[in-house]
């Protein structure tokens, strides 16, 4: 498989699933170059295209969740953050993807809780 080619090919797929969702591809063209080519490799070994940044545990209910883009099954924590886990998709008024704050869903709940967020 031509690795370029692929990650190309997954970034157009990947465009039409995430646009509706109000997301788009991070404006930081080497995170995204990066991922996708982790991608890449993890659906050669796999079979699809799983998540680079979040572990799989060999149970396929669990493991489908993580097959990118993965927004759908995490949408709350991501909306929050205005990106997705690993930052390869970001909200679409998004420009500085770096000003952006990766926290868990444990840290969300709480500041949820807290009346912060
Ligand atoms: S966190 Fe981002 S890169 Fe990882 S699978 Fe989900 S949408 Fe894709």
């Given at each position: ?8 090919k ?52 669990h ?17 929050a ?16 993807p ?11 709940e ?8």
């Open positions: 498989m031509d690795v370029q080619k692929r990650k190309q997954l970034r157009e797929m990947f465009q039409k699933v995430v646009d509706p969702l109000g997301y788009k591809f991070s404006p930081d063209e080497e995170i995204v170059d990066f991922l996708l080519e982790q991608e890449v490799i993890l659906e050669k070994e796999h079979g699809h295209p799983f998540c680079p940044c979040q572990g799989r545990t060999g149970e396929r209910e493991d489908m969740k993580i097959v990118c883009p993965c927004i759908p099954f995490h949408r709350t924590h991501f909306d953050m205005k990106r997705c886990w690993c930052g390869l998709y970001v909200h679409k008024d998004v420009d500085d770096e000003s952006l704050i990766q926290i868990s869903l444990t840290e969300l709480e500041l949820q809780k807290e009346g912060k967020i």
